[in-house]
């Protein structure tokens, strides 16, 4: 045999192999593709429709009172006056701080699906009993239990995400149900509308604001719990192949940091919380969103007094909410569609702090009430898609999931904090 004539015929066989190699790695990369984007559809239509209905109700039934105020509710609690309202405001952030974190370790333990309609359930009969309310005593109680069971929400979304997509597909999924937020003052202000004309009984207008929202959130909550999954695992929506893509690209998208492929076989363990209040980003972040949250809580909750300081009557009022709210709705949306797409958080917040900048300026440098309720406008956009930007932030640098639990449930809990002065930055001796 020719030895020049075998080597060329190794050598081609050598090509062909691997021609045939790289043939087969491009048709297995397509087809893990192809089930990536089914996964994505599935989880887009099973998981975000509810955690968007679950936290439009939760700003509805957190920020309602400021609805209720101007429809008699200071008046007929005695109220009006002074730093009672505030009160009844900042209580609502003492037990939703405290409650982040540890809620965050035992959402895997009590599964998702079960805790989080649980929650909304809780808090919707809470809301509900909030029309019973007779004195400013009964506020602040109802207050403190809606704070409560309100608490571990938003961080059990995060991490509950988290569960199911990729780093780079977060930000987007996290302004689909955050939108929610500023879409709830539109629909908020417009069920105040009607609801504020009801006088049955020995209750009159604000108190069916209460009892209507709150039925409505609690029917809603209990609704999911036939409908939301815990984990990809166990998601019954999905085939086999696809339960195991699903767990294997969270397993890859994680970099090794977890040595299971599973998050339901993760265990808890204070090294992973150890590690999370190490990490710089962790404190970084807990900063930034402190001060992107005093305006929005100052803006959500007194959205309604502001514009009845212009000297629009109640039901005008309450219509006038609607269009800003409606803005950064779509702003939230838009930004969040950017990020994911550009892969950067920090600069799209940079400009929304801009603008919201440029808002507060019309609202103190003019008399005009046109040009001040178009500052209303450039708030709203200005100051909602940074929290959504925040969220996805945090949630892609802390890995694996004990890490993430802890660190988005201290986020929270930390900025949050900036309700404190957010409650009180709008007086009744200012107005």
């Given at each position: 045999m020719d030895p020049e004539k075998g080597s060329a015929e190794d050598a081609t066989d050598l090509n062909k192999a691997q021609g045939s190699h790289v043939e087969n790695l491009h048709s297995h990369a397509n087809l893990d593709s192809h089930i990536d984007s089914i996964l994505d559809?599935?989880?887009?239509?099973?998981?975000?429709?509810?955690?968007?209905?679950?936290?439009?109700?939760?700003?509805?039934?957190?920020?309602?009172?400021?609805?209720?105020?101007?429809?008699?509710?200071?008046?007929?609690?005695?109220?009006?006056?002074?730093?009672?309202?505030?009160?009844?405001?900042?209580?609502?952030?003492?037990?939703?701080?405290?409650?982040?974190?540890?809620?965050?370790?035992?959402?895997?333990?009590?599964?998702?699906?079960?805790?989080?309609?649980?929650?909304?359930?809780?808090?919707?009969?809470?809301?509900?009993?909030?029309?019973?309310t007779k004195s400013l005593a009964g506020l602040i109680v109802a207050r403190l239990f809606l704070g409560a069971f309100e608490g571990g929400l938003l961080g059990g979304i995060v991490v509950y995400l988290a569960m199911f997509y990729r780093r780079h597909q977060m930000l987007r999924r996290i302004g689909y149900f955050y939108c929610a937020a500023p879409l709830s003052g539109a629909f908020g202000g417009l069920l105040a509308t009607g609801l504020a004309q009801i006088r049955y009984g020995n209750y009159n207008r604000w108190p069916w604001i209460f009892f209507i929202e709150g039925i409505i959130t609690t029917l809603f909550g209990i609704l999911c719990f036939f409908t939301m999954p815990n984990t990809p695992g166990d998601s019954k929506f999905l085939t086999e192949e696809e339960r195991k893509r699903a767990l294997a690209r969270?397993?890859?998208?994680?970099?090794?940091?977890?040595?299971?492929?599973?998050?339901?076989?993760?265990?808890?363990?204070?090294?992973?919380?150890?590690?999370?209040?190490?990490?710089?980003?962790?404190?970084?972040?807990?900063?930034?969103?402190?001060?992107?949250?005093?305006?929005?809580?100052?803006?959500?909750?007194?959205?309604?007094?502001?514009?009845?300081?212009?000297?629009?009557?109640?039901?005008?009022?309450?219509?006038?909410?609607?269009?800003?709210?409606?803005?950064?709705?779509?702003?939230?949306?838009?930004?969040?569609?950017?990020?994911?797409?550009?892969?950067?958080?920090?600069?799209?917040?940079?400009?929304?702090?801009?603008?919201?900048?440029?808002?507060?300026?019309?609202?103190?440098?003019?008399?005009?009430?046109?040009?001040?309720?178009?500052g209303t406008f450039l708030v709203a956009v200005g100051v909602f898609p940074g929290s959504a930007m925040i969220m996805g932030w945090m949630s892609n640098n802390l890995a694996p999931h004990y890490v993430r639990a802890t660190g988005v449930g201290f986020l929270i809990a930390f900025a949050n904090c900036a309700a404190f002065p957010a409650t009180f930055i709008y007086l009744s001796k200012d107005a």
């Open positions: 559809r599935k989880f887009d239509l099973h998981i975000i429709p509810w955690l968007f209905g679950i936290w439009l109700f939760a700003f509805i039934d957190r920020s309602n009172i400021g609805n209720a105020r101007i429809d008699g509710l200071a008046e007929e609690l005695g109220i009006a006056q002074g730093t009672g309202y505030n009160l009844a405001l900042l209580v609502f952030y003492i037990p939703y701080i405290l409650v982040d974190v540890p809620s965050n370790w035992i959402v895997k333990h009590i599964k998702a699906g079960i805790y989080l309609p649980a929650l909304i359930t809780a808090w919707g009969i809470v809301s509900t009993f909030l029309g019973f969270m397993r890859l998208d994680s970099h090794g940091a977890t040595d299971s492929d599973d998050v339901n076989e993760e265990h808890f363990d204070w090294h992973w919380v150890k590690m999370a209040f190490k990490a710089p980003q962790t404190w970084f972040c807990c900063f930034i969103w402190f001060f992107l949250l005093i305006p929005l809580y100052s803006y959500s909750l007194f959205l309604p007094t502001i514009i009845s300081g212009l000297g629009y009557q109640s039901t005008t009022a309450q219509l006038f909410t609607v269009p800003p709210n409606m803005a950064a709705f779509f702003f939230v949306l838009g930004t969040s569609f950017l990020s994911d797409k550009i892969r950067a958080r920090g600069p799209v917040m940079a400009v929304g702090c801009i603008v919201a900048i440029a808002g507060y300026i019309m609202l103190l440098a003019t008399k005009q009430n046109s040009v001040r309720y178009g």
